[in-house]
């Protein structure tokens, strides 16, 4: 099993998302976080099944709402960097903060 750690602008990625989407519905950004959770399990368990789409960053593709995670795997850890839209430029999921 890895360890998954998530870096600080993944935690704010996430927990703007979640408050958008309350704010669109109530108990929306709880579902929200809910599939992130379940994506979190996976990673720390098959890592490896998502493929690199540049360098050493791979991707999780969320299925019910329009994000990726953005991680990289060094050693036993799982790092995620990025909770994206995939509406935003592209270019800025892969900074490492």
Known sequence: MYQLVI???AIEMAKEA???YNEQQVGLGDL???ELESYY???EELPLVY???KRNFRQAVLYKFPY???FE???KEVIVYSIFHTSRNPGKKF???
């Open 95 to 97: 900074k490492k903060k």
């Open 41 to 43: 399990d996976k990673l």
């Open 32 to 34: 929200f976080l809910d």
């Open 73 to 75: 795997i060094i050693k």
């Open 51 to 53: 493929s690199k789409i």
């Open 68 to 70: 990726v995670i953005v």
């Open 7 to 9: 870096k600080p602008r």
């Open 18 to 20: 979640y408050e958008w």
